[in-house]
Nanobody, 123 residues
Framework: QVQLVESGGGLVQAGGSLRLSCAAS????????MGWYRQAPGKPRELVAT???????NYADSVKGRFTISRDNAKNTVALQMNSLKPEDTAVYSC?????????????????WGQGTQVTVSS
């Protein structure tokens, strides 16, 4: 009933910038918290940044001052602007959203993930 689709990953040199986008679609009534997570090879998935429905943001210490998360509630999208990228930022980045949706006469709330997009930062 709900799908998250990401875009914007790629290869960039250290110091460069990338912008990730994630769009939610389906029978959505409300999107609650949204966020970005990443997983590097051989490491557990980690939180990058989150934003609540009230636009309160939270960032991992490693990205504070370099990454900015934003959302557009009218378009059901969340973006991650990544500046001053470092090789250690290399990972698969995944979008996450807590969504209330409508299905067969009822509302449900569930956690959804995008398919992931690769970000590679070369030194």
């Amino acid at each position: 009933q709900v799908q998250l689709v990401e875009s914007g990953g790629g290869l960039v040199q250290a110091g460069g910038s990338l912008r990730l986008s994630c769009a939610a679609s389906g029978t959505i009534r409300r999107i609650n918290a949204m966020g970005w997570y990443r997983q590097a090879p051989g490491k557990p998935r980690e939180l990058v940044a989150t934003v609540t429905s009230g636009d309160n943001t939270n960032y991992a210490d490693s990205v504070k001052g370099r990454f900015t998360i934003s959302r557009d509630n009218a378009k059901n999208t969340v973006a991650l602007q990544m500046n001053s990228l470092k090789p250690e930022d290399t990972a698969v980045y995944s979008c996450n959203a807590d969504i209330t949706y409508f299905n067969r006469g009822y509302y449900y709330t569930a956690d959804y993930w995008g398919q992931g997009t690769q970000v590679t930062v070369s030194s």
